[in-house]
């Protein structure tokens, strides 16, 4: 049976009936979730037989690559259209069987990306920090900007002298590991990679230790975990470990991890975690572009940890108080910062394939791009921005504070993304389940993009209910909403301690007390 050759003015006629009838009957609203799916399911099969036709008019599903790169046009064209019933319009897609799930995965962030590109202007004209107030004293920026200099060379005498007790704990502590029988359990070579704040140029005195075990190969990270911890309580039986060990492997946990404290210091231990070593480097090649980034990420640390508002657990992580400082550096009116990742675009893409349990036992895979432009000399020829920005610390922090007190306040649809190296819209979460307040990236208090791991959302740990157009639900937490309000008024108030020592050069005891313990 010959089947007519397809063409895109077959496709596109198709595709836009599909479009067409989602936007103007499935308007959200009460339906029924049944009602929907049948509707959707209908919309797949016409779908089908408007594309795969032959001579007879019988229906013929004809999977081809060449609907997947029109497609790829078609929602770069249409991504504003596409928006309204974004979730539904790939669900069809989904449906249809024209498309496997990878394909309508990769179709789905290619009309995210693309839905901000048309929208940057509106977002940016509205959510662009501006100078400071203009009644801030210049002589007074200084004096606040010679106290947070102190703060910082303090911080750094410390971290120093913590430096020799670190290594010799670690040079200890991989020697214990060579105990532990890997090669019992099919492990024949293991490698320890250390990751995180105490390997990047944001390191503190108080910073924890993260590090990975690499197995080279796929394994259950929970139960690996649980094997070291065997070895663990028998190294503490014979004295050869003194400490208390925690082991985090809820299937609530994102990432499953070992937390132990050797020679004073705290320690966690994960399994294969490839996202750890590649965001740890990717900071690390930012505070290298512009010496501001480092320091005001250390001051921000400071500030968090002395303000008890940075666990990682129900309040965010230091990694994630360093991407809003990122983005915030990159999205000013004469930026400090580029996008690594966007300036690295016309490289070759370094492409891995990871596959790993997240909570709740769910498998995730994905092939990750982990190209950046690493080399500091091209940075430079390339974006040529951070010298003409002549910001002092004293008012960058200010700005800082002012400015995500406002995005929490107001924004609903932004997410923070270093990645594009500006704010983009909201990603909803594809095939997300809406009736869960607590994964609805709608109503966490900041929205905050993962550079690599498409899956993470780092704002998800403070939430608020959007008033605009949510009804309280049976899940929703008033600590929630009591967390959302202390973490905005202690930026607020430190946006004010600072402004006023500004603006009245007094005492530096006030700065001193925000920042260090």
Known sequence: MNRIKKSNLLYLDATKKMLQGLNDKLIPGKIKRETIELTLKSFANELEQSINVNNNTNIEVVKSNK???????????????????????????????????????ELFNIQVRSYFRKRFAEISSKRVPTKVAENLDKDGCEDLNKTLEQILEQESQRTKANESKLSQAWDELSELFHNIDFPAIGLEKVQLVKYGSSQNAFKTANSDID??????????????????????????????????????IKTSVRTPKLEFKFKGLAFDLTINNIFGILNTKLLDVYSMVDDRCRKLGILVKLWAKKQGICSGYDWLSSYGYLMLVINFLQVLPIPILPSLQRLSEMEKEKLIKLTRILEKDKKDEQTVNTTFLADL??????????????????????????????????????????????????????????????KNPKNFALSIEDPFDDTHDLGRVIRVYNRT??????????????????????????????????????SSDPIKELFEN
């Open 469 to 506: 157009n949510w009804i309280p639900q049976d899940n929703f937490n008033d600590k929630d909403e009591d967390k959302y309000k202390e973490f905005v008024d202690k930026m607020q108030e430190a946006a004010r301690i600072l402004k006023k020592h500004c603006q009245l050069r007094g």
């Open 377 to 438: 000399n091209e940075i430079k020829r390339k974006f040529k921005g951070c010298e003409n920005n002549q910001m002092g610390l004293a008012e960058l922090l200010i700005l800082f504070f002012n400015w995500y007190v406002n995005l929490a306040a107001l924004g609903r649809d932004e997410m923070v993304s270093i990645k594009e190296g500006t704010l983009i819209p909201r990603k909803e979460i594809f095939e997300i389940n809406d009736d869960d307040y607590r």
């Open 211 to 248: 590090f990975t075990l690499l197995t080279n190969c796929y394994v259950n990270e929970r139960e690996l975990l649980k094997f070291i911890k065997g070895y663990f309580d028998l190294f503490k039986a014979d004295g050869i470990f003194v400490g208390e060990v925690d082991l985090l």
């Open 67 to 105: 609907y997947f790169l029109f497609m790829k046009d078609f929602i770069k064209e249409n991504c504003a259209e596409i928006n309204i019933n974004v979730q539904k319009f790939f669900r069809v897609l989904e449906y249809s069987s024209l498309l496997d799930n990878r394909e309508v995965q």
